[in-house]
């Protein structure tokens, strides 16, 4: 068969979030490609390897550059039919140079320079949901931007904390697999170790892992299975139900078999590339023939360089990995918690209401008493005259007059873009993002704000409201095109445009708290996630962000210049091990510079106006503050226009019906 009508398969390693430059891949994809936009997302997203696609290998090679130049790792590979299965590890044999590994049937040797594929595996299948759930807590807990998958140590821990085993593939200098043994934790006579054996089943696996990774010249691990989609590896029906142990193991033979087939896209070092662990010990040795023996790649005659060469690669490696993972955390962008509730405060105006109600009810108490009939006589007079009416007529007409200054200050409040907003009553839109980690606590997403009742139906059969509590305290961001503001929601008049309403026993994979015991229970949760486009209606002022005095930095700097003795030596001119006076004053002048410096630049180093402003409500009572998730401020001013009518209209209605009351108590 020629290669133009040989069938290649392309094998992709996915990314378990959408890159933002996914899109316009995909985009590429259906254009240029024709593949369909779904299809190759779906493929592309994910935590492990994905057949991408098959056809021909000129084909696979546009594809296999594209997918490599924005990012992705990918084979292309023709998959080998599966010869034979791993044979089960019985005991082994560790020496110098080389590993034996017996099974009932036969023995397998592991030299020096051999190849090696190994697959570790969890068979329960759960490091699938363990994945999911650790993208839910980088999706809540990390900005979306900044999620990453697990990497190979992570998936290591991942697996062994399941049912693992290992499957170890010795392959022959063409590539192809020679021969298999698949090892069960604890189910083999770990003697073989000798000192290096542990009570331990899960550690002695590990230290088989490590002993055929030191004697092996290739040594790749595989510990993705189940996390993938590639044909016939597949853990889980398609209905989500797992397949039986027997037939898990299968998927994990060809799995392993199509692993091995990958060796055969592993891509060589360009000629004229030295291998930095050559050159290292050539450079080390001071040998100018082996730099050349290096530089020509002939390094086979020089006894013992190999091993040698290999422990540099390894360190190098490990280097390498702690410098990746140091930036990795360097750069990582978790979020904080969420700041506690604070304490609600009593204000003048609480406190008279407070009173207001007490009196009320204590009057409403007395004039109860002895059974007279002052009571009845009060409310009866009082309806007939039409008081009640009266003042619900008032509260009415209040509310609609209310709604309507708010409509109006929405209407006559420019839009500010947030860089150049000025102090004072301020108009943005923008869209929200998390300042804080902030989820919500059924549905379990990433919000900027929530609000969740619970009811419960009484003796008469109604609902009844239990609790009620929401993330007011917790503030959020606002961006538009030209920057971000900080947004306290406390105290504002928040309209959310999600509501979902759930009873007991819908909870989600993360959220165990609704009753599944209590059938007379429900819950409300309104919502406002992240990336909505929200209308804010608020007050700029300036953030007030606690800084330290200029006294406070300049004992800071000399607390901490008395606890480096190394720092402190150096003011030591005379060198006679004591720091005199003048030398201490020498010292102090220096930290209070330090400390000017270090004080000044905290106060210059933000420029951008939206960093030292804060929109929140108003000392004024009068000021409006809204946050509503609308698709616009039109149609937001047109809904409290005509809820504002409709309170108008029944307060008329009301006053109308409380004058009449009076005037035919009057007998007119």
């Known amino acids: ?186 189910r083999f006579n770990a003697q073989g170790l000798g000192d290096r054996m542990t009570p331990s089943a899960l550690r002695n696996l590990q230290i088989i892992l490590r002993l055929v990774r030191e004697c092996a010249g290739r040594f790749v691990l595989h510990a993705d299975f189940g996390l993938g989609s590639l044909p016939g590896c597949q853990i889980k029906t398609l209905d989500g139900v797992y397949l039986e142990s027997q037939e ?145 007529s008032l509260g009415f007409c209040w509310a609609g007059f209310y709604f309507i200054r708010l409509k109006r200050k929405i209407e006559n409040t420019p839009t500010s873009r947030i860089r150049s907003m000025a102090m004072g009553l301020v108009e943005v839109h923008g869209r929200a993002t998390r300042k804080y980690a902030l989820v919500s606590p059924v549905s379990q997403s990433p919000c900027i704000y929530y609000r969740l009742r619970k009811y419960k139906k009484d003796s008469n059969n109604h609902w009844t409201l239990k609790s009620d509590r929401h993330s007011g305290h917790v503030p959020f961001m606002v961006e538009d095109n030209t920057g971000q503001v900080t947004v306290d929601p406390l105290g504002a008049i928040v309209r959310p445009k999600i509501s979902r309403t759930g009873f007991p026993g819908e909870a989600t994979l993360a959220f165990q708290g609704v009753s599944a015991e209590d059938q007379d229970e429900k819950w409300v949760e309104d919502v406002i996630y992240e990336g909505a486009m929200l209308y804010v209606l608020g007050f700029a002022q300036p953030l007030r962000e606690k800084r330290k005095s200029l006294r406070e930095r300049t004992v800071e700097k000399l607390r901490d210049l008395k606890l480096d003795r190394q720092a402190l030596h150096r003011y030591d001119t005379d060198g006679d091990g004591q720091i005199s006076e003048d030398e201490w004053q020498m010292a102090r002048s220096d930290a209070e510079q330090d400390a000017l410096k270090a004080h000044l630049s905290d106060g210059i180093g933000r420029k951008r106006q939206e960093e030292h402003a804060v929109i929140a409500r108003s000392s004024q009572r009068s000021m409006p503050f809204v946050i509503a998730e609308a698709a616009s401020e039109a149609r937001l001013a047109r809904n409290y226009g005509l809820f504002s009518v409709s309170l108008l209209i029944t307060g008329l209605a009301t006053a109308g019906f409380a004058l009449f009351k009076l005037l035919e108590f009057l007998g007119a």
């Not at 700041?339 to 609600?344: F, K, T, Y």
Request: proline share 6%.
């Open 1 to 186: 068969m020629s290669d133009g009508t040989k069938k290649i398969q392309l094998i992709v390693q996915q990314k378990p979030l959408a890159s933002p430059e996914l899109d316009s891949l995909v985009q590429v994809l259906q254009d240029e490609h024709g593949l369909d936009a779904y299809t190759a997302k779906y493929r592309l997203t994910g935590s492990g390897k994905a057949l991408f696609g098959t056809g021909s290998k000129e084909k696979t090679d546009q594809l296999a550059a594209l997918l490599r130049n924005h990012g992705y790792n990918c084979w292309e590979i023709q998959q080998t039919q599966v010869l034979f299965s791993p044979l089960r590890l019985r005991e082994l044999a560790v020496s110098s140079d080389s590993i034996e590994l017996i099974c009932r049937e036969k023995s397998f040797v592991v030299s020096r320079g051999s190849t090696v594929v190994a697959v570790l595996a969890d068979v329960s299948g759960q490091i699938k949901e363990r994945c999911i759930r650790r993208h839910m807590t980088q999706r809540n807990y990390r900005k979306a931007m900044h999620m990453t998958s697990m990497d190979q140590e992570e998936m290591v821990r991942s697996v062994l904390k399941g049912k693992p085993l290992v499957d170890l593939y010795l392959l022959d200098p063409k590539g192809q697999p020679q021969a298999a043994v698949r090892i069960f934790p604890g």
């Open 248 to 392: 898990i193991l299968e998927s994990l033979t060809r799995f392993g078999w199509l692993m091995c087939d990958l060796e055969q896209d592993r891509p060589e070092a360009p000629p004229g590339v030295v291998d930095p662990a050559l050159a290292a010990v050539a450079v080390a040795l001071g040998q100018p023939a082996l730099v050349a023996a290096v530089a020509s790649g002939n390094v086979e005659a020089v006894p013992g360089l190999n091993e040698v060469v290999r422990e540099l690669q390894a360190a190098i490696h490990d280097d390498t990995a702690n410098d990746e993972k140091g930036e990795e955390e360097e750069s990582e962008q978790w979020l904080p918690l969420p700041p506690e509730r604070p304490e609600s405060k009593i204000s003048g105006r609480m406190l008279l209401s407070a009173l207001g109600t007490f009196f009320a009810v204590a009057v409403f108490m007395l004039l109860s008493q002895d059974n007279t009939p002052l009571l009845r006589s009060v409310a009866k007079y009082s309806m007939k005259a039409g008081l009640i009416p009266g003042l619900l």
